[in-house]
């Protein structure tokens, strides 16, 4: 086990948390600023995930057809594109922070141009593939490989940023376990979405790229399909990988045909920190990243996005919380949402050390609890910061990926109202109660994509 001497990192661009990424020129971006995490003296690497897959990276069909080129450098012109591709909206701009996260060393990072001659600086943190700033990577598996499980391993499809440890035999990573602040093995990313195509001349003649993998850790509560709980997309049809071991008899990834782990403290401390190989349909994959996390944390939402919130008891047919005029008073209700409207898209903004809702029709519109009360109904009023609009929100531990979101002033829960049959209804009210651990009571979180 390689030992380090304590040193601290940038972990500089994250979904809810990013680093420097403002132009130099009028136009400025709605971004935020992480702290500094530390390199522990058993390695394995600790930071923020939160990438939606929305952002560039949903169906999969390649980095590279998204103004990347492998063949180049991504400082140069043809390496990554200033007029096509990720650098020309937001959202992908978002993907490129991640990806010069992933393959940058901290103290180095990438200065490029949007279309419109903006400058944005893009900061290194994790070091896996350094030489693709000025070098091309078309023959290096290694890079590619690395790069794809570190972007996986970043993705949120709610869009919320939590805490998380990576561990992988990458040098820049390392081997090594924190069971005290990420007790639980969540899951392990692989493959390869860099490319497009077979990839028969870096020895995978049998795979056509671009091709994403995902496999479970046996430290949350695993779906019907094997699914990572918590932000792999449960219940919402973005997830850009794939599960090859999912409705196996062994699901789990230290389990799979063909894994080789590693055991930092030996095989007495249950699960491998992570794996040197994972098999999936016939073919071997040497560079996994694994994540660590705590059941519990405290969500980071991006100021950027805007997010649907739906009930878990209407997961069947998703209703998610809908305002339908700017009016005060106007009541909060739930809303198909199929239906795609502009009105069930809400800003998640911090307000003290909890949250305000905001309209992202009209920002200086709140969902209000008015007194707070048992039944008190939520409208919608002018934001005004008081305790009738802050809302603490809350994680569910390990399963689910759900939350309770609370008004502060009589610590209720907002909650879908009426009969269980009117609680899954469009239409529906909705108010703050007592929790109870209802269903509908428990919301998932999702992000919307950026433009």
Known sequence: MRQLGKRTIQVGVTLGAIVGLVGCGDEAEDLQVSDEYGLSGLNGLSGLNGLSALNGLTGLNGLSLNGLSALNGLSALNGLSPTTGYMTTAGGRKAVAYLAKCALAAGDSLTKQDQNGVTYTFPGSLGLCPA????????????????????????NTAGISIPIWLDAEA???????????????????????I???????????????PVAFYCDGDGFDQGAAGEVAGRLGVGQGTNPFVNPFAGTASPLCKN???????????????????????????????????????GTFTPVFDTGYTYLVSSLLTRADPMVVDVA??????PVKQWNRSANLASSELKILPSGTNFKL??????????????????A??????????????FSITPLPKSYGSFVIKNVIGNRAITATGTSTQQKAAGTALAVTDYGAWSAQQFRIEAKAMP
Not at 195 to 209: E, K, Q, R
Not at 263 to 271: D, F, I, K, L
Not at 384 to 390: D, F, R
Request: proline residues 4%; charged residues 10%; glycine residues 12%.
């Open 377 to 390: 109904a939520l409208t919608i009023k002018t934001c005004n910061g008081s305790t009738a609009q802050t």
């Open 358 to 375: 905001v309209m992202k029709a009209n920002n200086s519109k709140c969902v209000d609890a008015g007194t707070g009360a048992l039944g």
């Open 171 to 193: 040098p820049s990573i390392g081997w090594g376990i924190n069971t005290a602040s990420f007790p639980f093995q969540e899951g392990s990313f692989f493959g390869n979405i």
């Open 195 to 209: 490319m497009t195509g077979s990839l028969a001349n870096i020895g995978m003649p049998t795979v056509t790229a």
């Open 325 to 330: 005029s700017q009016t005060d008073g106007t």
């Open 256 to 294: 799979s045909a063909g894994v080789v782990a590693q055991y930092s403290n030996g095989t007495a401390q249950g699960n491998p920190d992570g794996y040197k190989r994972l098999v999936a349909n016939g073919t071997p994959w040497n560079r996994v990243i694994t994540v660590w996390r705590n």
């Open 132 to 155: 693709w700033k000025n070098g091309g990577i078309a023959s290096d598996p290694t890079c590619q490989e690395y790069l794809s499980a570190c972007m996986m391993a970043h993705i």
